[in-house]
């Protein structure tokens, strides 16, 4: 059912013709950013610690490096302080902020419309959770695995605003993601889709860790009527076996956010 529902989502939102426009930004795009890039929502790091499992600073603080903010590299805090972070072990949270709740929480440094289909935020700073309390769920189905986040980017550039054929880089960031198989689906709204796939980073419970795959100018965008540029990407998550996970934002870029290596390290794309 939660499948089903979601390829109705990626559908309606393909074929959406209403939008919501925001306000003309003078200035060349840079990103579409769905959720803010807040870590993960907690705003008092302190007394955070990550889990017991890690050696050699196993129990040590999430936030290594004391700036006041979960980034790639830090780990997603063991709430309940008993040495795991994971479902059904008091880790789960939800540090959503209004926008985020209304699904409204979509920031575009660039954009000449954010149209009404682009959607997702209501995925980011919660704990993708199976013991997580139902109420306000992203989705009709609750917390039970899986929980498959869906995001929607839909946007329109002036023409002039983006160099055609520039790089365009998918980034996230999140936490906890380490049970096989995680894969990415990308929609576009006339190019064949691609599916991507997570490569994994184990042995390091709650890490938190930055992904970025190039995706080509001509599949997110198209010309309008206007001329000017019509971007559109569907986002789907698929991870049927994991069970406690969490965003803190997805966005498109002209800017790769993964930290070492060559993008093709960080994600395995077939089309």
């Known amino acids: 059912m939660k499948s089903g529902a979601r390829r109705i989502l990626l559908a309606s939102a393909l074929g959406a013709i209403l939008c919501a426009p925001a306000p003309a930004i003078a200035e060349p795009f840079r990103f579409i950013r769905i959720g803010d ?3 993960f929502g907690f705003t008092d790091t302190k007394e955070l610690i990550r889990s017991a499992f890690l050696a050699p600073d196993a129990g040590g603080p999430a936030d290594t490096d004391g700036d006041g903010m979960l980034t790639p590299g830090e780990f997603l805090p063991d709430l309940n302080r008993d040495g795991v972070v994971r479902v059904y072990a008091g880790d ?3 540090n959503r902020f209004p926008a985020e709740l209304l699904d409204r929480a979509i920031f575009c440094e660039g954009c000449s419309k954010v149209h009404g289909a682009s959607r997702g935020s209501n995925w980011t ?6 013991s997580a309390p139902d109420k306000d769920w992203p989705d009709e189905d609750g917390p039970l695995t899986p929980n498959n986040a869906v995001f929607v980017f839909d946007f329109t550039v002036k023409n002039g605003d983006i160099p055609p054929g520039a790089a365009i880089f998918f980034n996230m960031v999140f936490g906890d993601y380490d049970i096989f198989p995680a894969v ?3 929609e576009f709204a006339s190019a064949p889709a691609r599916r991507l796939e997570i490569e994994l980073q184990r042995g390091k419970d709650g890490l938190i860790q930055a992904r970025t795959a190039l995706l080509r100018f001509e599949d997110v965008f198209s010309r309008d009527e206007n001329g000017d540029w019509r971007g559109f990407a569907g986002v789907e998550f698929f ?3 994991e069970p406690y996970t969490a965003f803190d934002f997805v966005e498109l870029s002209l800017f790769q ?11 395995k794309a077939s089309r």
Not at 125 to 130: E, G, M, T, V
Request: charged share 25%.
């Open 37 to 39: 890039k807040d870590g």
């Open 92 to 94: 789960d949270f939800d």
């Open 125 to 130: 700073d919660l704990s993708l959770s199976a």
């Open 184 to 186: 990415i689906q990308v």
């Open 239 to 241: 991870a049927p076996a």
């Open 257 to 267: 956010i993964a930290a070492g290596g060559r993008i093709e390290t960080a994600f």
